[in-house]
């Protein structure tokens, strides 16, 4: 389901580029292996990619706060987000988010960050919420974006998980493509900005969002948030319609102490589309001297 395996001239060369960064192979326990990129020197803080679209998607709010915040910002793709083509739903094994959450421990482990703060959207802030919840002593802060702690899963994607599991799609299949502007909440227009989500929405293969949306179905974290203690911040975007607003505060609601911050304007990508923003608000977060300290 891969545009082109090695796209990197559309990045360089796209309104979004990221600069001075770091770019790093994590190897996880079994072999498999994971990009990472590192952007800007001073307090750490580690964020996590969603469903599709790899640590470029986040690398343009990255570089923001990297170099008008001041902080050592590592952007972590995940497992698969770098496998080369297999066919369709060939070659990959289903993995539950409890697996993602022990690749996102390795790598903290590997690169020597022992409780950092960690800052996840969408699917990756299900696996930040499993993280959590499972290893609550070996963090710092949390902040979310465009998750909740157990997704609903309504009609659209079961037919989403239900199409890429019975049928090969082509490559950049202009139907779906259509769908794809649910991300924005609102109309987009066609332009680099449109062009840059189509080309990082299709970077991961088939199979590997069948997986992942498989987690995501199962995922489920509500009766076990009690177990978060670190300080906490929830993003929604006003215009989320992937996850409304309502429901990310329900999350904010349901663990202990946690801000609830809602973006105007902004939809379920927020994070590229209102990076200033969005920066805004976490640097806010993390330079209380009170909760993160």
Request: hydrophobic share 45%.
């Amino acid at each position: 389901m891969r545009i082109n395996p090695s796209r990197r001239d559309l990045w360089n060369l796209s309104p979004f580029e990221a600069r001075g960064f770091e770019e790093r192979v994590v190897e996880l326990s079994d072999g498999s292996r994971v990009t990472v990129a590192r952007m800007g020197k001073g307090r750490p803080l580690v964020m996590v990619a969603g469903l599709s679209g790899g640590w470029e998607w986040l690398a343009p709010l990255a570089d923001r706060l990297a170099r008008r915040r001041g902080l050592e910002v590592w952007v972590t793709s995940l497992r698969g987000d770098d496998s080369q083509a297999q066919g369709w739903l060939g070659g990959s094994s289903r993995r539950s988010m409890s697996d993602y959450a022990g690749d996102l421990a390795t790598v903290l482990n590997r690169l020597g960050l022992e409780r950092p703060t960690i800052f996840g959207v969408s699917f990756g802030g299900a696996v930040v919420l499993e993280y959590a919840v499972t290893w609550p002593e070996r963090l710092r802060g949390l902040i979310l974006q465009g998750t909740e702690a157990r997704f609903t899963q309504p009609l659209g994607a079961r037919l989403a998980r239900g199409i890429l599991e019975r049928y090969p799609l082509p490559q950049d299949n202009p139907f779906v493509n259509q769908f794809l502007r649910l991300l924005f909440g609102k109309a987009v227009e066609a332009g680099p900005l449109w062009e840059f989500v189509v080309e990082r929405c299709w970077s991961v293969e088939q199979a590997e969002l069948v997986n992942r949306l498989a987690a995501l179905e199962a995922f489920d974290v509500s009766d076990r948030l009690d177990r978060i203690d670190a300080p906490t911040l929830v993003l929604a975007g006003a215009r989320d319609v992937i996850v409304p607003p309502s429901r990310q505060k329900l999350l904010a609601q349901a663990i202990d102490g946690a801000d609830f911050a809602v973006i105007p304007d902004a939809g379920h990508i927020g994070f590229l589309t209102h990076p200033g923003p969005i920066a805004h608000r976490v640097a806010d977060c993390l330079n209380d001297p009170v909760r993160f300290v």
